[in-house]
């Protein structure tokens, strides 16, 4: 069978589950939608749920490979200093914001996404573990190295802000078509990645309070920190 079937297919499935929510679509209603028969289904995925991966792998993973390219050249450019905070940030948030302005590909994901964030099960969580498993490895490790200063538990609690605000703005389409028709920047893709970045870098690198500020930190460092 032809890969446009494929993709057919997968198109059809990420935007009725993004309408429907994924227990809501049958495997029936997705072949009616994308005039193919259940043979198409089959020979393709194999069953509907290695179907729904399928709809998160072909979007989530050309994400993850630019973050990890963009991390590793980062890293190499940055020998032998270490990362510099807002360019980690930088490129953690600036791949999926990117994605979202695809016209016919970023929306609809989101909008599935979002329903995924308020429908979440325990297979769906563990799927999604396993897909950013790599990047969360890769990064967490990099933070460390740019931010030395930050207890480890602190780093993770703010990285997971980070995160937080990161799909926060990936949800709100309606937000940012308001911004669209009121000013004449809203939609520029690459200024609200900067916007984001400097948020969320300010947030990192957020004073400690004092009791959090570990004892092997130098009086002067201490100051600035707390």
């Not at 050249?73 to 940055?78: H, M, T």
């Not at 016919?104 to 297979?123: D, P, V």
Request: proline share 5%; with cysteine.
């Amino acid at each position: 069978m032809p890969s446009d079937t494929r993709d057919q297919i997968l198109d059809t499935a990420e935007r009725l589950f993004a309408e429907f929510g994924i227990d809501g679509v049958s495997i029936r209603t997705i072949t009616a939608e994308a005039r193919v028969n259940l043979a198409a289904i089959h020979y393709h995925f194999g069953s509907k749920e290695a179907l729904v991966r399928e709809v998160f792998v072909r979007r989530i993973d050309p994400l993850n490979r630019e973050r990890l390219r963009l991390l590793d050249d980062l890293l190499e450019r940055s020998l032998p200093q270490k990362p510099k905070l807002e360019e980690l940030v930088r490129i953690l948030v600036g791949p999926p914001l990117r994605l979202w302005l695809q016209a016919g590909k970023g929306e609809t994901f989101t909008r599935l996404c979002g329903r995924i964030y308020s429908e979440s099960s325990g297979q769906l969580e563990t799927m999604f573990v396993d897909l950013f498993q790599e990047v969360v490895r890769r990064f967490s490790a990099a933070f460390e190295q740019a931010a030395p200063e930050l207890p480890k538990t602190e780093l993770m609690w703010r990285m997971h802000f980070v995160i937080g605000a990161m799909v926060h703005t990936l949800m709100q389409v309606g937000f940012v078509r308001q911004l669209r028709a009121e000013t004449s920047e809203g939609n520029e893709v690459e200024a609200n990645i900067e916007r984001l970045t400097r948020f969320a870098t300010a947030g990192l690198r957020a004073p400690l309070p004092q009791a959090e500020i570990p004892a092997t930190v130098g009086k002067g460092e201490r100051e600035a920190l707390g």
